[in-house]
């Protein structure tokens, strides 16, 4: 395990879990539990458990009775195609190895299944559901020893794979920069599905750079010419397009998403976002 490994487990698990274990915020607030029914306050009962609103329309005191629900099955799938491998203040790649490291020990500490998928232009990786610390390390390590260059982005394979393979109704995270045309209405309509999309913000609003030579990190090929306002102009709209497409899918399909860039905290965005 190298030591960019090391870091981003020992950051992440620091904190999901905390100085004293279980202190922290989970990610998963909310989850584990369902309501059941109201009934009647009885003596003895967990006066926490009082609902304040019942109980002021009624007279008298009512308390929410829940049922324990299934453990869930957390799957973090992650686009490890050539166009992670880029970031002004960190790679877009080191910051998705950092949101499966938060995901996996918060579904760790959640007593929740947590699997991870690793795919480019074909599957590399499926890891068996645990609920052990180490499959989230091997997740983070995979990640993070995984070539991304010359790898192109097959997001209709990576869609259809994760419809196929991963069978039972899971919370299944996408983490991508989401540059490239991918459809997920299919897997929401089986999966509970979360987009997370990794950006530099410079990708999305970039200056100009002259004349100089530019390598695509996905076919390996080089251009070189002039970065100028014209070029940057038809850049920036075909990102918008890009962008704009991808909102309206999510809208329409209730697919949930957070956008993340390379200069923010993971850990932050994703409590943000998942509550």
């Known amino acids: 395990m190298n030591r960019a490994t090391k870091k981003i487990i020992f950051k992440t698990r620091k904190q999901v879990f905390g100085e004293m274990l279980g202190n922290n915020a989970s990610v998963f607030q909310g989850q584990g539990f369902e309501f059941a029914e109201l009934r009647e306050y009885i003596y003895g009962d967990d006066i926490r458990k009082i609902d304040w609103k019942s109980t002021a329309k ?19 799938a992650n686009m490890m195609n050539g166009s992670t491998y880029f970031g002004t203040v960190r790679q877009k ?3 998705m190895a950092e949101i499966t ?10 007593a929740d299944l947590f ?10 990786s499926k890891s068996k559901p645990s609920k052990k610390l180490f499959s989230v390390n091997s997740a983070v390590e995979g990640l993070e020893s995984f070539d991304v260059l010359g790898r ?13 393979r991963v069978k039972k109704k899971s919370l299944l995270f996408i983490v991508s920069d989401f540059i490239g045309d991918i459809d997920l209405k299919l897997l929401s309509k ?26 695509d990190m996905e076919s390996r090929k080089s251009f070189e010419g002039s970065v100028d306002g014209s070029l ?26 957070a956008k993340i860039y390379t200069d923010e905290d993971p850990y932050l965005k994703l409590i943000k976002r998942m509550r």
């Open 101 to 110: 490291a938060i995901l996996g020990f918060s579904a760790v500490k959640n």
């Open 58 to 76: 009624l007279g008298k005191p009512f308390v929410k009775i829940y049922h324990e629900e299934r453990q869930l099955n957390i799957v973090v």
């Open 152 to 164: 192109e982005g097959d997001f209709k394979g990576f869609v259809d794979t994760l419809y196929s």
């Open 232 to 257: 940057l102009s038809r850049y920036r709209n075909a990102l918008h397009k890009n962008d704009e497409k991808l909102y309206k899918q999510f809208k329409k399909n209730g697919i949930r998403f």
């Open 190 to 215: 089986k999966h509970d599905v979360f987009a997370v999309i990794v950006r530099d913000k410079f990708e999305e609003n970039p200056s100009e750079l002259g004349y100089l030579r530019l390598i």
């Open 93 to 95: 790649s080191d910051v």
């Open 115 to 124: 699997s991870h998928i690793i795919y480019a232009d074909k599957l590399y």
